[in-house]
């Protein structure tokens, strides 16, 4: 069974960068045509598609969130990490991981509990 387990503070300071770890178990980050992405859910709000990691290397951003957000991914760790900066209140939120493993790949298979991250001023 695939297991998604988001990890990181869960407090920030306004300003500052946030660094988010999603380890997974149960498959592979690089099985072919997988896609590994973060969302968030800001409280009272709909979730948010941060961006993703496909098995391929290459990666995708939601482009109001690009100009400060960086994926990146360690194969041999099976790790997939988030790092967002110059943090306000409004990217206070439950961060996720989530992946997409099986076709038609048109929603998510699997995702993490979600890890609860809080910007203070």
């Known amino acids: 069974q695939v297991q998604l387990q988001e990890s990181g503070p869960g407090l920030v300071k306004s300003s500052q960068t946030l660094s988010l770890t999603c380890t997974v178990s149960g498959d592979s980050i690089t099985t072919t045509n997988s896609y590994w992405s973060w969302i968030r859910q800001p409280p009272g709000k709909a979730p948010e598609w941060i961006g993703a990691s496909h098995y391929a290397g290459n990666y995708y951003y939601n482009p109001s969130l690009q100009s400060r957000t960086s994926i990146a991914r360690d194969n041999a760790k099976n790790t997939v990490y988030l790092q967002m900066n110059s943090l306000q209140s409004e990217d206070t939120a439950v961060y996720f991981c989530?992946?997409?493993?099986?076709?038609?790949?048109?929603?998510?298979?699997?995702w993490g509990q979600g890890t609860q991250v809080t910007v203070s001023s």
């Open positions: 989530a992946a997409k493993l099986f076709p038609p790949f048109d929603s998510y298979d699997y």
